[in-house]
């Protein structure tokens, strides 16, 4: 299945890459590894298309809305908790497909889920974390594909405090991938902000045992 045509692959291929040198993590950043056509086309697909939904977290003794939708797509009979939420997998359509088949080739990993986040506006956001659950066993790989809008994507290490919160701005058709210790060292974040911000729609692909 090739929703693009050869050139636009091809072009693809040409992303710069970035390797953060942070100390405990392995960090890199493909840029351009969708083309703006793509990256347009697939984020207007997935916001149609999707199986969006709106979970609570609770909060401060409350149950509150996450700030942000959610959906989780991967193999059968591998399900998903984080924060107290269970998701049982929908299965891949053809644009997820699509996505994963690319950035597997870039990485050699083959990923058996995706959760996906709509940010809707600058107010969506999602609070600090590491993606450290069971279920990613003991040095999990999260490859992340940003369609949309800009965010600022904060990393800050979680016992070296005198470490600089590291940011990187995540843009439209960029992959970020974490592996290694990096879960295990590092917590990330995508804050809120007052600009007016359009919307974006992050995929986190990862390896379910």
Known sequence: MNLFSNAEMEDASREKII???????DVILYEDLFTKKEAETLQKNLIEKIQWRQDKIKMFGKLL?????TAFYGDANKPYSYSGIMMAP???NEDLLFIKNRIEKFVNIRFTSVLLNYYRDGKDSMGWHADDEKELGQNPI???VSFG????????HKTQKEIKKVDIPLS????LLMKGATQHFWQHQIPKTSRELSSRINLTFRVIL
């Open 172 to 175: 439209n058709g960029s992959f």
């Open 90 to 92: 929908v299965d891949w």
């Open 149 to 156: 809008e800009t965010r600022n994507f904060q990393m800050r």
């Open 65 to 69: 809305d996450q700030p942000r939708l």
């Open 142 to 144: 999260i490859g992340s």
């Open 19 to 25: 390797h953060f040198d942070l100390p405990d993590a």
